[in-house]
């Protein structure tokens, strides 16, 4: 069959989506599909990679960070795709990455085309946007260009059940296939020949929803007692500031880096390297079902997760526990988190420890074996509609 990928961002430009998108693309081609991506024009200094399938790209308005987030560069990725889609070689089915607007344009495109499309339930944007706008206009209209988006697909993918509950909310009765999430285990693995040191990694976007400036304060606490450790973000996301002033606040701006986002096998070492990486979810949101994703690529390296917050990863890192020393889940609170990393740097993985964590990730939680699950469904879709 053919399939298009229709999606701002695509691999190498970092980002898990990228490498779920990148993995989708892996399994459909390994079956003898033909893929064909609509995505961006890559960021400046990021070479494209060889693939197998064809990658389409076209210029789309970024932000200060290199990163295509906001209205303006939606509508400038979204607006051209229209027209991308709408005189592409027939696809026997689209596959869709939002944001919404995405959704709008694949919805509208697909229908006078007659071409069905799966759309990925990642998370829901509009919950995800509550947190980071007052305004209820803005709300109001990107939940409904999100139901719009999902009311129209063939099928869904989620990451969990907790999407599921939270589409179905939206008045979403479209099927809906929970695939999961996992690491890419090809990228993500333990290296023992990686010395560990006095670092506490979050690697991935830090959004208002994801609290993570109260990483700032706690690691304040902490330094009181571990002086020499360093706090670093890789990525980027609409909290630097704030996190950047949390961190002066808290007397320990020097002792905290930002480093851009970086590919998969740049950010490999500072996981092989990390005492643990670090996850937040804050509390009492819109937005307590979501899962971290982050957390399957540092345990596939061998390193330790400490979550905080509500929701599915918590009991996660519980259930992993009782296989592996998988990290530590706690309350969202700066006393808490200060504990936890402390427990952390005292009780350090050994390399065989970290060896066995990657070891059990690669196979409970490949990213494969999810990817695969996505291309079932597309494929199903696909015969579906070639039977009617």
Same mark, same amino acid.
């Given at each position: ?11 190498? #430009?970092?980002? &898990? ?40 790209? +076209? ?23 229209? +027209?991308?889609?709408? +005189?592409?070689? /027939? ?5 869709? #990455? ?26 829901? *944007? ?5 947190? &980071? ?14 139901? +719009? ?19 179905? =909310? ?77 961190? &002066? #606040? ?23 390297? =990390? ?6 979810? /804050? ?25 905080? @917050? ?7 890192? =519980?259930? =992993? ?38 070891? *059990?990730? &690669? ?23 070639? @039977?009617?």
């Amino acid at each position: 069959m053919r399939v298009a990928i229709t999606s701002r961002i695509y691999r190498p #430009e970092p980002s &898990a989506a990228s490498l779920f998108l990148g993995a989708v693309a892996d399994d459909l081609t390994a079956r003898g599909d033909e893929v064909v991506v609509l995505t961006a024009r890559l960021p400046r200094g990021v070479k494209p990679l060889d693939s197998v399938e064809e990658v389409r790209t +076209f210029p789309a308005v970024r932000d200060r960070q290199g990163y295509i987030r906001g209205y303006v560069p939606y509508l400038s990725f979204d607006i051209p795709l229209a +027209f991308r889609l709408l +005189f592409l070689r /027939r696809p026997d089915v689209v596959f869709l #990455e939002p944001p919404p607007t995405t959704g709008v344009v694949v919805r509208v495109i697909c229908a006078l085309r007659r071409i069905p499309y799966v759309y990925d339930a990642a998370d829901i *944007w509009s919950d995800a946007a509550d947190q &980071a706008t007052g305004s209820r206009l803005v709300i109001r209209v990107l939940r409904a260009m999100e139901r +719009f988006g999902m009311r129209g697909a063939r099928r869904l993918v989620a990451i969990s059940q907790g999407v599921v509950y939270r589409a179905r =909310a939206l008045g979403v009765e479209r099927p809906i296939e929970v695939t999961g999430f996992g690491a890419d285990t090809s990228a993500f693995t333990p290296d023992a020949s990686v010395p560990v040191e006095p670092v506490f990694v979050y690697a991935g976007s830090y959004s208002p929803w994801h609290g993570a400036d109260a990483l700032a304060e706690a690691f304040a606490i902490f330094s009181r007692d571990h002086p020499g450790y360093r706090l670093r973000f890789i990525g980027n996301g609409s909290e630097r500031e704030v996190i950047e002033q949390r961190a &002066a #606040e808290a007397g320990v701006a020097d002792s905290v880096d930002f480093v851009a986002a970086v590919p998969a096998e740049d950010l490999l070492p500072h996981l092989n390297g =990390a005492v643990a990486t670090l996850a937040t979810l /804050r509390p009492n949101t819109a937005y307590e079902y979501a899962f971290t994703t982050k957390a399957y690529s540092s345990l596939a390296a061998g390193c330790p997760v400490l979550f905080a @917050g509500p929701g599915p990863t918590s009991r996660f890192i =519980a259930e =992993a526990n009782t296989h592996v020393r998988a990290g530590i889940a706690c309350d969202y609170d700066v006393t808490q988190i200060a504990a936890a990393m402390s427990r952390l740097a005292e009780e350090r993985l050994s390399s065989e420890e970290r060896d066995d964590l990657g070891r *059990w990730t &690669a196979a409970e939680h490949s990213l494969a074996v999810v990817a695969s699950r996505v291309s079932d469904t597309i494929a199903e879709v696909a015969a579906e509609a070639g @039977g009617r």
